[in-house]
T-cell receptor, first 113, second 113 residues
Framework: DQQVKQNSPSLSVQEGRISILNCDYT??????FLWYKKYPAEGPTFLIS?????DKNEDGRFTVFLNKSAKHLSLHIVPSQPGDSAVYFC????????????FGKGTHLIIQP | NAGVMQNPRHLVRRRGQEARLRCSPM?????VYWYRQLPEEGLKFMVY????????ESGMPKERFSAEFPKEGPSILRIQQVVRGDSAAYFC???????????FGPGTRLTVL
């Protein structure tokens, strides 16, 4: 039972262009959404998050959009840089506090020079 | 402030042996989480611990797996009588408490021969 779906296993984007990574979820109880970035042989690194009371959160080149009615969120990276090449995981959670995270399978973003 | 530390980084075991994975959380963090990542999959939550207490072990297999976070020392994930299907990357994360962000260690890659 996949509660979190990242339907694009990989995405190739030209340097300088916009990267858009998508995430769909089924559990309507999720109310806080995190994005993690992972390089090979390293642990995931927190990137950006959004609460369900918002529909947009921006941090530098990274913006996350949330559409609660569609149970969909997306991560936009603009402009894309070579160092952005990594696997990106969507990780929603239920409630505040300290519960374990539910991760999607990830999208491997490849930035082409 | 050192990050989350995990050791060993790589562990090779033969079927039937025991595997012990260690995690030292970030300084000041009292919440520890263990996740497992199988090939081509996202991270799957296994167990959440606070000092001397297991808070949520809903993601941990009922047999052969156990976890602890003693008053002193690192958190230990123990896998008894390992099987080939246990081969995976095991990640530990920590948080200071009622926070939404979890900080991940570099992982331990377990290979069962």
């Amino acid at each position: 039972d996949q509660q979190v779906k990242q339907n694009s296993p990989s995405l190739s984007v030209q340097e300088g262009r916009i990267s858009i990574l998508n995430c769909d979820y089924t559990n309507s109880m999720f109310d806080y959404f995190l994005w993690y970035k992972k390089y090979p042989a390293e642990g995931p690194t927190f990137l950006i998050s959004i609460s369900s009371i918002k529909d947009k959160n921006e941090d530098g080149r990274f913006t996350v959009f949330l559409n609660k009615s569609a149970k969909h969120l997306s991560l936009h990276i603009v402009p894309s840089q070579p160092g952005d090449s990594a696997v990106y995981f969507c990780a929603p959670r239920v409630g505040g506090g300290a519960d374990g995270l539910t991760f999607g399978k990830g999208t491997h973003l490849i930035i082409q020079p | 402030n050192a990050g989350v530390m995990q050791n060993p980084r790589h562990l090779v075991r033969r079927r039937g042996q025991e595997a012990r994975l260690r995690c030292s959380p970030m300084k000041g963090h009292s919440h520890v989480y263990w996740y497992r990542q199988l090939p081509e999959e996202g991270l799957k939550f296994m167990v959440y611990l606070q000092k001397e207490n297991i808070i949520d072990e809903s993601g941990m297999p009922k047999e052969r797996f156990s976890a602890e976070f003693p008053k002193e020392g690192p958190s230990i994930l123990r896998i008894q009588q390992v099987v080939r299907g246990d081969s995976a990357a095991y990640f530990c994360a920590s948080s200071p408490g009622q926070e939404n962000e979890q900080f991940f260690g570099p992982g331990t890659r377990l290979t069962v021969l």
